[in-house]
């Protein structure tokens, strides 16, 4: 349920306004040596502190820096070198390329102002594959410990690039929302509700979101419900959308959706239910509820009274790693890309933008597509990352890809470098 947000590979922080206050006579080979004093240090061949500002390496530790640099090395080979530097338009600033064995990463970088013009700011925005294949993101993704499937394919039919693990049943955390949001479309279209109608809020669920702490009652339209609810995973949005639709609604569009093993998530869980069940003063209930039938997990449900479950409870227990995963949400990756299709099908223009609000792609891979749509998942032990793709020839295709570990923590940026590998797969995005 923790919100996720794919993020760019960020080595840095802002350099602020010391690029004003940078010379402007800042010379090429100054950069040129500081970009290779930056591969120096990502390669363990000189010391952070020689190289990177104390504010850098504040916000960027250098056992961070150190993990970066192995999780980059482990997706696209060693890094090899620099490739160019290209003085930025800011005195201080350029546009870096760095090499690495198969693949070519774009970046900026900031110097500071005064002497020794160390780094203030690096930040790598793309990579280019150059020797990359859909065998190898395929094979490097199943090497994975515990539990991976990955399926991207053309959206309307046709042999898919990658399939892994496609039909297994795996917890995906809060892209179950993707449910949600079909089964609101499902109601509009049907006209039995509205996008500019207006409900109240009514009871709070915990983060990720923002409308935990708005103000009981709050006037909210169901497309600022929908949109919250999908690009800021909002919690309490979400639970608000499961009342008004009815819970027996949304289980319901799942099985429609074409889910192979809808039964899996029935009864629904709302996201506070969920939080509730991982809290170990409802150990009990949960223990009831994972090893009972329908008729036993809607009954658990009633008694469940998540109202008395606290926020700390609920932080503490998901702080210790990764807990009762067999409470959750689940579907395949090939469940996930018939509910990208259905949603796609619904041919309306709100859902679409609804999408695309947080694509989770730099803006590199934002030109290269016609259209990106994104919804993602996360707990301590599970991440989903599920992109619905129009490429620039005018060709949808779906990405979802999940990754399970019950027992340990999930190297995050790991399982994002190979989805940048797998959407770079596809021709003509």
Known sequence: MIRLVLALLLLAVPAGSQAQEIAAAESADRLAGRAADAVAVLRGERPPEEVFTPTFLAAVPADRLAAMSRDMNAQFGAMTGVESVTPGANPGSAVIVLRFERALADGEMQLEANEPQRIAGLLITNFRLIADTAQRTQA????????TAIYLAPLDGGEPLLSHNADQQLAIGSTFKLYVLSSLARSIREGRHRWDEVVRLGEKSFPSGELQGWPDGAPLTLQTLATLMISISDNTATDQLIRLLGREAVEAEIAAAGHAKPRGNTPLLTTREMFALKAPSRAGLAADFQAG???????????????????????????????????????????????????????????????SVEPAASQAERARWAYIGYKGGSEPGVLNFTWLLRSRTGDWYALAMSWNIPEAALDQTTFELLARRAMALVPGG
């Open 293 to 355: 039938d329908t008729a036993v997990r809607r009954s658990v449900l009633e008694r469940l009274a998540p109202e008395e479950v606290s926020l700390a409870e609920v932080n503490a227990a998901l702080a210790a790693g990764p807990r009762l995963l067999g409470i959750e949400w689940f579907a395949s990756t090939l469940d996930l890309t018939a509910v990208l299709r259905r949603l796609r099908d619904l041919g309306d223009p709100v859902v679409m933008d609804i999408l």
């Open 140 to 147: 490097d993704l199943a090497a994975l410990p515990g539990e």
